[in-house]
Each structure stands twice: as C-alpha cells, then as structure tokens.
C-alpha cells in the first residue's frame, strides 16, 4: 500500500506560479514511479508528469513542456510539480499518483489539489 497526500493548489493569476508537493509512504515506496496528473470540469484526467524514485527520467505532457518541473526528494519521499507561467486553462484538481514500476498502471491516487488560473 502507497499513501499520497497532495499539497500546495490555490488561485493564482494567469502567468504566475505555484509549487505542489505530493508527500508518499508506504513500505515499498522506492518500487514506484511518481505521477502529476489533472481533471479539468467536464474533461478526462489527463497525464501531466512522471519521475521514478529510482532515476531521473523526467516525462511531460506537451501541454505543460518548458514551464512545469517535476522533482523529488528521496529523503522526504516527496515528488513536487514547480508551475511557472500558469495559463487559465491549467486551471484543475491535481492528483498525484503511483505506479508501479513493473507494470504501466497507476495503482494509487491522492485526493487531489485544486489549482485555479485567473485571467
């Protein structure tokens, strides 16, 4: 079992920035991979970034290439999405999850950070 608990949503106007932070426990924690992904109203979740704890390949949708950063810190068993040059429609729940690294499921969700972009 993965517990994630996501942090840091709130308002922000368009071209500003937040930090999310996604805190993780479980006894095998390292065996995941770490995901940000997004629910607009109305609209599918969509994938947003991927980290393995173990590693540094980074993935990100298009959509957020070149001003979103996903990180981690493995002390803190903490994965964190930097947004920088926030646009209205990345206005959505942010949940975190983990996958496992031997298969291509996501197997754990938190409960979602909401994210709301001004214009």
């Known amino acids: 079992q993965v517990q994630l608990v996501e942090s840091g949503g709130g308002l922000v106007q368009a071209g500003g920035s937040l930090r999310l932070s996604c805190a993780a426990s479980?006894?095998?924690?390292?065996?995941?991979?770490m995901g940000w992904f997004r629910q607009a109203p109305g609209k599918e979740r969509e994938f947003v970034a991927s980290i393995p704890w173990s590693g540094s390949n980074r993935y990100y949708a298009d959509a957020v290439k070149g001003r979103f950063t996903i990180s981690k810190d493995n002390a803190k068993t903490t994965v964190y999405l930097q947004m920088n040059s926030l646009k209205p429609e990345d206005t959505a729940l942010y949940y975190c999850?983990?996958?496992?690294?031997?298969?291509?499921?996501?197997?754990?969700w938190g409960q979602g950070t909401q994210v709301t972009v001004s214009s």
């Open positions: 999850a983990a996958g496992s690294i031997f298969k291509s499921t996501w197997d754990y």
């Open positions: 479980g006894r095998t924690v390292s065996m995941y991979r």
